[in-house]
């Protein structure tokens, strides 16, 4: 196996996703999203609704299950705030260091290949 044959193939694919992520858009309200503005929309991690119930559900099951969402709501709150803090300083992560690329690609000196 020769090392330049998979350096190659990785640059082609790290290209080709590049390509794909700066040519996917998604519309919202009439105007294209950037991949970046979607994972932004995506990133957000709620800790969840409370489960609705039935028609035969009694209003004493309806109150346990409230119950029960609100104290499994106070105990995973804390988790949900710390992930969604995480995935949006992931994301500014990735967009400095996207654009440091596109930069280094501008400044790399043409090759005769």
Do not use: C
């Not at 932004?40 to 209003?59: F, K, N, T, Y």
């Not at 804390?78 to 501008?106: C, D, K, S, T």
């Amino acid at each position: 196996m020769d090392v330049g044959d998979d350096t190659v193939e990785v640059e082609a694919l790290a290209g080709a996703l590049l390509a794909e992520l700066r040519a996917s858009s998604l519309e919202v309200g009439g105007r294209g999203v950037s991949s970046q503005d979607r994972l932004e929309m995506l990133a957000g991690v709620a800790a969840g609704v409370p489960a609705s119930g039935g028609s035969r559900s009694g209003g004493l099951a309806r109150k346990v299950r409230g119950i029960v969402f609100r104290l499994t709501r106070w105990y995973v709150e804390p988790f949900v705030l710390q992930q969604r803090a995480f995935n949006l300083a992931l994301l500014r992560h990735i967009a400095e260091l996207e654009q440091r690329v596109v930069e280094l690609e501008g400044e790399r000196p043409s090759s005769g290949r």
